[in-house]
């Protein structure tokens, strides 16, 4: 009986792996590009910004190759505005912050041999996140953390824009 036990563990695991494939379920982050952005440049003032680090891994984990030639490109994304920053939400009696805002935008568009695929675009998301004086540096390292994710996330909506191409 001991060894029926890992048999039957493996039919398990084949039909839950089967039904997953069938019913169209798949990893996020692993959107299926169109063939015009297989070669894909990112045109951007500043290419070490969070978002647009995100975005780079975010084509590439999608089988698109980022080129770092506009000339090789299939399709162009231009970031036409990256901008993070924060903004306070509420202060105390004292008039200390209490609670800030994180936020984060872009704008972008995307072309391909000459022809506006999606025109310009944009996207703002944000977050707040309460703020403690006696604990500062957690709090500094809090809202990076918090930039990083509002990148990734917008990254994630760029990459889904691109996949319904």
Same mark, same amino acid.
């Given at each position: !009986?001991?060894?029926? !036990?890992?048999?039957? $563990?493996? &039919? &398990?695991?084949? %039909?839950? &792996?089967? $039904?997953?494939?069938? %019913?169209?379920?798949r990893l996020q982050g692993a959107a299926k590009l169109s063939p015009t952005m297989t070669v894909t440049f990112v045109d951007a003032e500043d290419r070490y910004t969070d978002f647009n680090r995100a975005l780079r891994d975010r084509l590439r984990a999608s089988g698109a190759k980022v080129t770092e030639r506009a000339g090789d490109a299939t399709a162009v994304v231009k970031i036409i505005k990256d901008q993070t920053g924060q903004r306070v939400l509420s202060v105390s009696a004292r008039n200390t912050p209490e609670e800030y805002e994180v936020f984060y935008t872009v704008e972008y568009s995307v072309t391909s041999g000459g022809t506006e695929l999606i025109p310009r675009q944009k996207l703002e998301l944000t977050r707040d996140y309460s703020y403690d004086t006696t604990a500062v540096l957690a709090k500094e390292r809090e809202q990076a953390v918090l930039r990083e994710a509002l990148a990734q996330d917008l990254a994630g909506l760029v990459l889904r824009r691109l996949a319904s191409l």
């Open positions: !009986m001991r060894h029926a !036990m890992p048999g039957r $563990s493996i &039919v &398990v695991l084949m %039909c839950t &792996v089967v $039904s997953l494939a069938a %019913c169209g379920w």
